[in-house]
């Protein structure tokens, strides 16, 4: 057997993997890629769908240590969902055909895990189907296919897994359907399932031997089934799996699924060419898509209640270094907009001439009636109406850059749709927010880019003039800066969620000095024409609503969040950032839905469904997250208690310790003494809350006397513990290579 055809284990890929190509070979830029992890989390692989010109074309890819392969796992190939498995260990399964449906069907059976294996129906008994021993029950929800293949094949799993051990094993016939109907096609709700599979479900009590002559190995064993509940005197379990504290957060890679399928290829397409991370023209992209949406259209946040809408209103922000060509990314980006821009212009200097011509006229037309007017009241006789004076010519405009609050005003009063604010360096922002701070109107000036966010009617104050009443206030904002420009901002912005309300992308240098082709012409007239058309809509107010399906993704969301904001873990700024993230889905949402509908040349007025709904999930959750936490915790270093956790972290590490206490806390960590008691709490509830430690308490109740190590800290971290002794002996040699320490170390002893 050859290198190439030995068989690749489930190496996961760690933070210091190579990132996966994007692009296949053959079939290019996928459609769809969902994520393989094993039960620790870590990723192993993904698996690809194409759609060609011949119909759709799954790929795998999986990772060996050193470098990706456009291949599939050796048999035994693990589930997709194992990650899932290990969190809910006493949870039912259901066990789905296909990675879409699997990721379908969670939002109907919210206590259940929705799993299925890679290759489809001919390949189940290739995977590993060990994980579901020790779970209470499985049920089966094979496809609608009227060769009933999909069905033979569950029957066939079901006495697999029968021979395993699986207690209970029950099957879903989901005849009466369209054929290829699948558990993502049903879409749900859990009350609905509940009908639904009423008279549908039956129980396997077949052979309880497996019909594959082969069975998938069961070496890889499932977790252990949860621990009798611990005494009174822990508040937690010492067997729950700690994440790595001491490490630098993981920045996720962005996927061509994240994006509207009129983005994908423009997207990767043009960083490829200049070798940039295709964050920053993502993010770009997004803001103007959502910059050319009429501000008349909104989105419904609820089925019912009617209060809560958002428009297409995004405000994205990329960190990068000046090396990582964020200007020449974003300028793609932006290209189409200012073509629009420029044709609004050059309209608009067309109104302003005519504009004049009328003014001239009306002037003269008004001195003649004057003077009629006059020889009227002296000598009687005829005088006609006074003539009509012309409207001000609008001032059309799509972009603005460097201007101030009371210029912006005026051009917002004549483009009540909405504005895009582009800054080659956000800084500049911040800047123009001090315009007048010597005359004391700074804050004011603030507030009102504040405002922007959320649009509506707006009063401008101008100085030495009249006031300007601006119908909608609103711009969608954009905008690159370094990191140390941003470290050297943050800490003097105000708390008032300013920086929260912006997508934040940490883009990375790719090393890549890009592509020397031509880009492609089809996927940038694409991008190009989207903009155009959603910008021509110039009709009136409409209302649009979220599908139930997706108001649940939303539901699904909204917990999630809440759990989080309850994390010692989560920075005070993350916190805020993710308060505003229930807004931004409904805002991403309808922005996804337009560019889709306008893309595919469907009507934009109808629901916005469960799909779109689970791309927008799955872009926060899977991509913006990542980058918010990296943003705040570690470039801002803002979560102040977590240097204090992962000093006491490394502490463990290095003197394997089994239980820690304030007291070893003083004696091993000196800047401990200056810490105030909340911040040594906070310090501790990080460490807690990411599993590394659990508090004892003699009776109880709330006084803890100390902290035990959960044991899989040091199984896990083994290697950063070695890492973490040789430091410390380092700074002791280095230390005892110093005259000073020599000097003061000498002692003299009796004679």
């Given at each position: 057997?050859?290198?190439?055809?030995?068989p690749?284990?489930?190496?996961?890929?760690?933070?210091?993997?190579?990132?996966?190509?994007?692009?296949?070979?053959?079939?290019g830029?996928?459609?769809?890629?969902?994520?393989?992890?094993?039960?620790?989390?870590?990723?192993?692989?993904?698996?690809?769908?194409?759609?060609?010109?011949?119909?759709?074309?799954?790929?795998?890819?999986?990772?060996?240590?050193?470098?990706?392969?456009?291949?599939?796992w050796s048999?035994?190939?693990?589930?997709?969902g194992?990650?899932?498995?290990?969190?809910?260990p006493?949870?039912?399964v259901?066990?789905?055909?296909?990675?879409?449906?699997?990721?379908?069907?969670?939002?109907?059976?919210?206590?259940?895990?929705?799993?299925?294996?890679?290759?489809?129906?001919?390949?189940?008994?290739?995977?590993?189907?060990?994980?579901?021993?020790?779970h209470p029950?499985?049920?089966l929800?094979?496809?609608?296919?009227?060769?009933?293949?999909?069905?033979?094949?569950?029957?066939e799993?079901?006495?697999?897994?029968?021979?395993?051990?699986?207690?209970v094993?029950?099957?879903?016939?989901?005849s009466g359907?369209?054929?290829?109907?699948?558990?993502?096609?049903?879409?749900?709700?859990?009350e609905?399932m509940?009908?639904?599979?009423k008279?549908?479900?039956?129980?396997?009590?077949?052979p309880?031997?497996?019909?594959?002559?082969?069975?998938p190995?069961t070496?890889?064993?499932?977790?252990?089934?949860?621990?009798?509940?611990?005494?009174?005197?822990?508040?937690?379990s010492?067997?729950?799996?700690?994440?790595?504290?001491?490490?630098?957060?993981?920045?996720p890679?962005?996927?061509?699924?994240?994006?509207?399928?009129?983005?994908?290829?423009?997207?990767?397409?043009?960083?490829?060419?200049?070798?940039?991370?295709?964050?920053?023209?993502?993010?770009?992209?997004?803001?103007?898509?959502a910059?050319?949406?009429?501000d008349?259209?909104?989105?419904?946040?609820?089925r019912?209640?009617?209060?809560?809408?958002?428009?297409?209103?995004?405000?994205?922000?990329?960190?990068?270094?000046?090396?990582?060509?964020?200007s020449?990314?974003?300028?793609?980006?932006?290209?189409?907009?200012?073509?629009?821009?420029?044709?609004?212009?050059?309209?608009?200097?067309?109104?302003?001439?005519?504009?004049?011509?009328?003014?001239?006229?009306?002037?003269?037309?008004?001195?003649?009636?004057?003077?009629?007017?006059?020889?009227q009241?002296?000598?009687?006789?005829?005088?006609?109406?006074?003539?009509?004076?012309p409207?001000?010519?609008?001032?059309?405009?799509?972009?603005?850059?460097?201007?101030?609050?009371?210029?912006?005003?005026?051009?917002?009063?004549?483009?009540?749709?909405?504005?895009?604010?582009?800054?080659?360096?956000?800084?500049?922002?911040f800047?123009?927010?001090?315009?007048?701070?010597?005359?004391?109107?700074?804050?004011?000036d603030?507030?009102?880019?504040?405002?922007?966010y959320?649009?509506?009617?707006q009063?401008?104050?101008?100085?030495?003039?009249?006031?300007?009443t601006?119908?909608?206030?609103?711009?969608?904002?954009?905008?690159?800066?370094?990191?140390?420009?941003?470290?050297?901002?943050a800490?003097?912005?105000?708390?008032?969620?300013?920086?929260?309300?912006?997508?934040?992308?940490?883009?990375?240098?790719?090393?890549?000095?890009?592509?020397?082709?031509?880009?492609?012409?089809?996927?940038t007239?694409?991008?190009?024409?989207?903009?155009?058309?959603?910008?021509?809509?110039?009709?009136?107010?409409?209302?649009?609503?979220?599908?139930?399906?997706?108001?649940?993704?939303?539901?699904?969301?909204?917990t999630?969040?809440?759990?989080?904001?309850?994390?010692?873990?989560?920075?005070?700024?993350?916190?805020?950032?993710?308060?505003?993230?229930?807004?931004?889905?409904?805002?991403?949402?309808?922005t996804?839905h337009?560019?889709?509908?306008?893309?595919?040349?469907?009507?934009?007025?109808?629901?916005?469904?469960?799909?779109?709904?689970?791309?927008?999930?799955?872009?926060?959750?899977?991509?913006?997250?990542?980058?918010?936490?990296?943003?705040?915790?570690?470039?801002?270093?803002?979560?102040?208690?977590?240097?204090?956790?992962?000093?006491?972290?490394s502490?463990?590490?290095?003197?394997?310790?089994?239980?820690?206490?304030?007291?070893?806390?003083?004696?091993g960590?000196?800047?401990?003494?200056?810490?105030?008691?909340?911040?040594?709490?906070?310090?501790?509830?990080?460490?807690?809350?990411?599993g590394?430690?659990?508090?004892?308490?003699?009776?109880?109740?709330?006084?803890v006397?100390h902290?035990?190590?959960?044991?899989?800290?040091?199984?896990?971290?083994?290697r950063?513990?070695?890492?973490?002794r040789?430091?410390?002996?380092?700074?002791?040699?280095?230390?005892?290579?110093?005259?000073?320490?020599?000097?003061?170390?000498?002692?003299?002893?009796a004679?």
């Amino acid at each position: 057997m050859s290198h190439e055809e030995e068989p690749i284990k489930w190496v996961p890929a760690t933070i210091t993997a190579p990132t996966a190509p994007s692009k296949h070979p053959k079939h290019g830029i996928a459609t769809r890629t969902w994520e393989y992890r094993n039960a620790d989390g870590d990723v192993i692989g993904y698996v690809n769908r194409y759609d060609t010109d011949t119909g759709k074309v799954f790929a795998p890819q999986i990772y060996d240590g050193t470098k990706w392969h456009w291949k599939s796992w050796s048999s035994p190939r693990p589930l997709y969902g194992l990650d899932r498995l290990a969190e809910h260990p006493a949870a039912w399964v259901i066990v789905t055909e296909g990675e879409k449906a699997a990721d379908g069907a969670e939002p109907s059976l919210p206590t259940c895990v929705t799993i299925s294996a890679s290759g489809g129906r001919n390949a189940l008994k290739h995977a590993d189907w060990s994980p579901l021993v020790g779970h209470p029950g499985v049920i089966l929800w094979p496809d609608n296919d009227h060769d009933q293949g999909g069905q033979r094949a569950f029957h066939e799993l079901a006495a697999h897994l029968a021979s395993l051990g699986v207690p209970v094993v029950k099957i879903i016939d989901p005849s009466g359907h369209d054929d290829g109907w699948d558990a993502a096609d049903a879409a749900f709700t859990p009350e609905q399932m509940k009908e639904w599979a009423k008279g549908r479900v039956s129980t396997y009590d077949g052979p309880r031997v497996s019909p594959w002559s082969v069975s998938p190995s069961t070496e890889r064993r499932p977790r252990p089934a949860p621990a009798a509940a611990e005494p009174a005197t822990t508040r937690a379990s010492p067997v729950i799996e700690p994440y790595d504290i001491l490490g630098k957060p993981f920045i996720p890679a962005l996927k061509p699924e994240h994006l509207p399928k009129a983005l994908r290829e423009f997207v990767f397409d043009q960083s490829s060419i200049i070798g940039s991370d295709p964050g920053i023209i993502a993010i770009a992209s997004l803001v103007a898509v959502a910059g050319c949406i009429n501000d008349n259209i909104v989105l419904q946040g609820k089925r019912e209640e009617t209060g809560w809408t958002e428009s297409a209103r995004l405000w994205g922000a990329w960190i990068a270094d000046p090396s990582s060509k964020k200007s020449p990314a974003s300028g793609r980006a932006i290209k189409p907009l200012r073509q629009i821009d420029a044709a609004l212009r050059i309209q608009s200097a067309a109104n302003a001439k005519r504009g004049a011509i009328d003014k001239a006229v009306y002037r003269d037309a008004l001195g003649k009636y004057v003077e009629d007017k006059s020889k009227q009241l002296l000598q009687g006789g005829p005088c006609g109406s006074p003539p009509q004076e012309p409207e001000e010519p609008l001032d059309l405009r799509l972009m603005v850059s460097d201007t101030t609050t009371e210029k912006l005003g005026i051009v917002m009063k004549d483009n009540p749709r909405g504005l895009i604010m582009n800054f080659d360096e956000l800084s500049g922002l911040f800047g123009q927010m001090d315009a007048y701070k010597q005359g004391g109107t700074g804050g004011m000036d603030r507030a009102k880019y504040l405002e922007l966010y959320n649009g509506g009617v707006q009063t401008v104050d101008r100085i030495g003039r009249e006031s300007i009443t601006v119908p909608n206030w609103s711009a969608c904002i954009m905008g690159g800066i370094q990191p140390s420009s941003i470290r050297a901002i943050a800490y003097k912005l105000p708390e008032d969620g300013l920086m929260q309300r912006f997508m934040v992308v940490m883009a990375q240098d790719t090393g890549d000095i890009g592509e020397d082709r031509r880009a492609s012409e089809a996927a940038t007239e694409r991008y190009a024409t989207l903009l155009q058309t959603l910008h021509a809509d110039n009709g009136p107010r409409r209302v649009l609503r979220m599908s139930q399906e997706a108001v649940n993704v939303l539901r699904r969301l909204e917990t999630e969040l809440l759990d989080v904001r309850k994390l010692g873990t989560a920075s005070e700024r993350v916190k805020a950032a993710l308060g505003k993230y229930s807004g931004l889905f409904v805002r991403l949402c309808l922005t996804y839905h337009m560019a889709n509908a306008v893309d595919a040349r469907r009507d934009p007025l109808v629901e916005v469904s469960a799909d779109t709904a689970w791309q927008v999930y799955e872009f926060m959750t899977g991509y913006l997250v990542g980058h918010l936490v990296a943003f705040y915790d570690d470039l801002l270093n803002d979560n102040g208690h977590a240097e204090h956790a992962r000093a006491i972290g490394s502490m463990i590490l290095a003197r394997q310790m089994d239980s820690i206490c304030n007291r070893e806390v003083h004696r091993g960590y000196t800047p401990w003494a200056s810490v105030p008691d909340y911040k040594r709490l906070a310090a501790f509830r990080y460490l807690e809350d990411a599993g590394w430690i659990f508090p004892v308490s003699p009776d109880g109740g709330r006084r803890v006397v100390h902290y035990d190590v959960n044991p899989r800290v040091h199984e896990m971290f083994y290697r950063t513990a070695e890492e973490e002794r040789a430091r410390r002996l380092a700074v002791v040699d280095q230390m005892r290579a110093s005259a000073l320490v020599r000097a003061m170390q000498r002692t003299v002893r009796a004679a």
